[in-house]
């Protein structure tokens, strides 16, 4: 009976320790992003065509040489072996050819500052079919002592090119915060927080 007990007890424990939140975004509101690296890079644009789900989508046009790197998530307060698994739609027309849009990802250890950047934590590296609405997803598992991540829409195409991204979900452990555009943090808002965003 002690055994059994026991193992109770080690098994409500480790369900704590793994706890998970799952958050959406669905760019229904007025913001796009975060923010984007390099500067100036996308021009981003809410549209109601083509949409995944509600009535509005982010349109990314490229506007710079670079790789564009738009910040649509930020997770703060992780610890090593947290895992985190973000998604999001993405939308392209052009078969194994540019534009084409991946999740992708970075450590940044700075709470107050979503441009802090501590190294690449990679992400997703195939561009999809092409061939109209697609699901991206990724999980990273946090190591090397990185307390947050911020999840980027990486846009792979010629300057003009455009792709879009909708309906984004990042699943993170209880405790940490997650932050959409706007700085909408869902870890401790109310419902009337979340209403009065809109």
Request: a negative charge; hydrophobic letters at 40%.
């Amino acid at each position: 009976m002690r055994t059994v007990f026991f193992a109770a007890i080690v098994l409500a424990a480790s369900s704590i320790a793994i706890a998970q939140q799952t958050e959406y975004y669905g760019w229904e509101g007025t913001a796009t992003l975060l923010s984007m690296y390099p500067d100036s890079c996308v021009e981003a644009t809410l549209v109601n065509d083509p949409v995944h789900g509600g009535s509005q989508s982010l349109e990314l046009e490229r506007l710079s040489d670079g790789t564009p790197q738009a910040y649509v998530a930020w997770i703060i307060g992780l610890t090593d072996g947290d895992e985190v698994t973000a998604s999001f739609w993405r939308y392209d027309i052009t078969p194994a050819a540019a534009p084409s849009c991946r999740i992708w990802a970075h450590w940044n250890d700075d709470p107050g500052d979503v441009n802090g950047y501590a190294g690449s934590a990679s992400g997703n590296t195939e561009y999809g079919p092409g061939t109209g609405w697609d699901e991206t997803s990724y999980t990273w598992t946090v190591i090397d002592g990185h307390t947050g991540l911020v999840i980027e829409a990486r846009v792979y195409s010629n300057p003009g090119d455009i792709v879009w991204v909708d309906d984004m979900t990042v699943t993170a452990p209880t405790g940490t915060t997650i932050v959409f555009p706007g700085g909408l943090s869902l870890e401790n808002t109310t419902w009337g927080d979340i209403k009065a965003t809109f």
